[in-house]
């Protein structure tokens, strides 16, 4: 079967022959003979698998998902796009083009262009990430079975399809599954270049990168140097012509890298939105800071490393951090036996020719996975757990690929016959562990874990030599079986809703609380960036529908018991903003009580007042007068909860971190003198910029404003006693509570 990543109807590998390298005494091949043996027809049962593999992932990936909670900050963006072309093509928060998200656009791009077209929803929007990550499995296994063949390429898709992290980032409508998708195309269509010498895969894989780059910026680079050095090294052509290559590829990569952050720069400042994340309004500026050296060295928004600051989500940094309470069950389950393949497939390539392809697939893919891993357990800034998912495909490229070269030499030479028994039984110990952590949760696994792979590996020795292949071969696939039941038990736990805590979209994970990690781990993670904790799926999509949502529930629910998850309610609660969500706060942020001058601002993840009580909205909404923006609040969560639940464009004043320098004491009064805006929240325990604009806003607003009074839109505020009355109005006029917000209404008359 051909396809646009596998131009050979069979890959050049068989999967039913010990390799050369492994055997003994090998043969070396004649200089004009390829090192890789010719192709054979493929097995009956390798697209069958395959699409077994495919069609499983679709269920994990899919199943359940209008009860997932998605990340509503990319969610209001998505909505957003498909109301303005302007805010689709910068990224914008709101469709007014105020100040666009912290990210590149071009995931938001893709999300609204299908929203677009079906109408705005959770499956809408979340359709165009499922298909890319399918695409990604299907790529993966063509990789693979061109060097290795049909059984390594199938462990390799299954073990992508069933890693925990990257089940749960693919139910979420963060940019990470587009990033992998665009990454794992441009290694596989690399490892092409290096195996053919032609130069349009190499032009398409420098195109894949950069586009990744304008995915999630400096994070679609992880991989590059390790594309870069196989290309070098082991491509067919000779040096001169290689480095000639590589430099068209690099203008490829620049031009695709920064066509966004160019065409940014060429729009004058005041007819573009503030670029959210960066400290001057500039495209530059993030790539550098928020989005660059930022994540690794801690700083430029990104709070300090390990326990402090961002880096918290997935504990402390340190070379031993993808094995800690938080990350081991996510991703590290076959981190151990993907370094022993990788380093016993290269020892067994020995003194092949540099054009190997093997040994090009082995460093490629073990590049990938050591850069990524020492990225990430090193980083110092913002590291959520789902950042992970990017480990996967080279894990799972070396569990194929490398497993199998280690199961030749096994049964070939008995110099490496305790080698793949080994690095079977730290896996399985290893998996042990992982689940022993998560006490009272499938207390059965683990000992069948232990069981399974205890008899798998009896039998590889028993069935070692004679004519019992198929007695092996079911060794093998039970090895297998045991290696997976962990990562599959935690990944079917997302969709069945069956672990511990409930999946949010500010920080999606898998399978039971393990640990806490500084913010919260395991399951659930909830608050800050995206979800309504405390807010019932159902109930969310109900509401949802009141800003322009079609079927689907609604984008930024979560799950029913997030509310009552103790890592969602620390999260929240430890977060910079500082306040954790009520658990009696209703969808979009329907506060149980009225704020300084009766301005029932809701929790909603606690900072800066997650939304604004229906009536409330309904009154913003009857009262906006042809403004352009429905109201100003202080941070980007808050703004996108009522972006959500309005439909109506609404502005965040200081950012997704409170470091964003958007407004300004002249903007606003420019907005509000040319009628765009009219009503501003203040208060809500929310993130400000903490800084003289900040101050400035806040003073001049209480000076200028008044105060929107909860009898003027409540129908129950006529039951409110006197005294309560009469308690509210003085808080509104002195306004010291840090706690609570305040709505203010002002009109070009009160600007001086």
């Given at each position: 079967m051909t396809s646009a990543t596998d131009p050979l109807p069979h890959p050049p590998a068989s999967t039913d022959r010990p390799r050369p390298t492994a055997t003994p005494t090998p043969t070396p091949a004649p200089p004009s003979t390829p090192t890789a043996p010719p192709p054979d027809k493929a097995p009956r049962w390798s697209l069958p698998a395959l699409l077994s593999i495919l069609v499983l992932a679709a269920v994990l990936y899919g199943w359940n998902l209008s009860g997932s909670g998605l990340n509503s900050f990319y969610s209001a963006a998505v909505l957003s796009g498909t109301q303005s072309w302007k805010a689709w093509f910068f990224g914008s928060l709101d469709a007014g083009n105020f100040l666009t998200v912290d990210k590149p656009p071009f995931a938001l791009m893709v999300m609204g262009l299908s929203c677009r077209v079906f109408g705005f929803g959770t499956w809408q929007m979340m359709l165009p990430l499922i298909l890319t990550a399918l695409g990604t499995i299907w790529i993966l296994h063509s990789s693979v079975k061109r060097v290795w063949g049909h059984g390594a390429a199938a462990v390799a898709a299954l073990v992508l399809a069933l890693t925990p992290i990257t089940v749960a980032i693919n139910r979420d409508n963060n940019p990470d599954t587009l990033l992998v998708f665009l990454m794992v195309g441009?290694?596989?269509?690399?490892?092409?270049?290096?195996?053919?010498?032609?130069?349009?895969?190499?032009?398409?894989?420098?195109?894949c990168f950069g586009l990744a780059f304008n995915t999630k910026m400096l994070q679609g680079y992880i991989a590059l140097p390790a594309v870069f050095a196989v290309y070098l090294y082991a491509a067919k052509p000779r040096l001169v012509k290689r480095l000639v290559n590589l430099a068209a590829a690099a203008v490829v990569l620049a031009v695709s890298s920064f066509w966004w952050a160019a065409a940014v720069s060429l729009v004058p400042a005041d007819e573009r939105p503030y670029i959210g994340g960066s400290t001057d309004g500039t495209a530059w500026n993030l790539i550098m800071g928020y989005n660059g050296l930022g994540r690794v060295l801690g700083g430029e928004g990104n709070g300090g490393g390990g326990g402090g600051g961002g880096g918290g989500f997935s504990g402390t940094a340190g070379i031993g951090r993808m094995f800690n309470d938080t990350l081991g069950g996510q991703i590290s389950w076959l981190i151990p036996f993907a370094a022993v393949a990788l380093v016993g497939g290269l020892v067994l390539c020995g003194r092949a020719p540099r054009t190997d392809l093997t040994r090009a697939a082995l460093v490629m893919w073990g590049g990938w996975t050591a850069l990524h891993y020492l990225t990430f357990a090193m980083a110092e800034g913002t590291m959520h757990p789902y950042y992970t998912t990017a480990l996967a495909p080279g894990i799972a490229a070396l569990c194929g690929g490398g497993g199998l070269m280690l199961l030749h030499a096994f049964r070939a030479d008995r110099r490496w016959v305790w080698v793949l028994p080994l690095a079977l039984a730290v896996t399985a110990s290893w998996a042990i562990v992982l689940l022993r952590r998560a006490s009272g949760w499938n207390p059965w696994l683990w000992p069948a874990v232990g069981v399974a792979m205890a008899l798998a590996i009896t039998g590889l020795f028993v069935f070692r030599s004679g004519n019992r292949a198929r007695l092996l071969a079911a060794s093998v696939a039970a090895a297998v079986v045991a290696s997976v039941a962990g990562p599959a038990a935690y990944a079917w736990s997302v969709p069945s809703g069956s672990a511990a805590g409930a999946m949010s979209g500010t920080n999606p994970t898998a399978g039971p609380t393990t640990g806490s990690g500084?913010?919260?781990?395991?399951?659930?993670?909830?608050?800050?960036?995206?979800?309504?904790?405390g807010t019932g799926g159902e109930q969310a999509g109900q509401d949802a529908q009141a800003g322009g949502q079609a079927d689907g529930g609604r984008p930024g629910g979560t799950p029913p018991g997030a509310a009552t998850d103790d890592a969602a309610t620390d999260d929240a609660a430890t977060a910079p903003g500082g306040t954790a969500p009520e658990s009696g706060t209703a969808p979009g942020g329907t506060a149980t009580g009225g704020g300084p001058g009766g301005a029932a601002m809701g929790g909603g993840g606690g900072m800066g007042g997650g939304g604004a009580s229906t009536e409330l909205l309904s009154y913003l909404k009857k009262n906006q007068d042809g403004a352009k923006w429905l109201l100003a609040v202080s941070s980007s969560q808050s703004a996108a909860q009522l972006i959500l639940s309005s439909g109506e464009p609404v502005i965040s004043m200081w950012g997704w971190s409170g470091s964003d320098n958007a407004m300004t004491l002249a903007r606003l009064k420019e907005l509000v003198k040319n009628g765009e805006l009219h009503y501003i929240q203040l208060g809500g325990g929310g993130m400000g910029g903490g800084s003289t604009a900040t101050s400035e806003v806040t003073e001049w607003v209480q000076k200028n404003g008044t105060a929107v009074k909860e009898s003027d839109y409540s129908t129950s505020s006529s039951t409110t006693s006197d005294s309560t009355s009469t308690s509210t109005s003085t808080s509104a006029s002195t306004s010291t509570s840090t706690s609570e917000s305040t709505v203010y209404r002002l009109d070009a008359s009160d600007v001086t």
């Open positions: 441009g290694a596989a269509l690399a490892l092409r270049a290096v195996h053919n010498g032609r130069l349009l895969p190499l032009l398409g894989s420098a195109a500084g913010f919260g781990g395991g399951a659930g993670g909830g608050g800050g960036r995206g979800g309504f904790p």
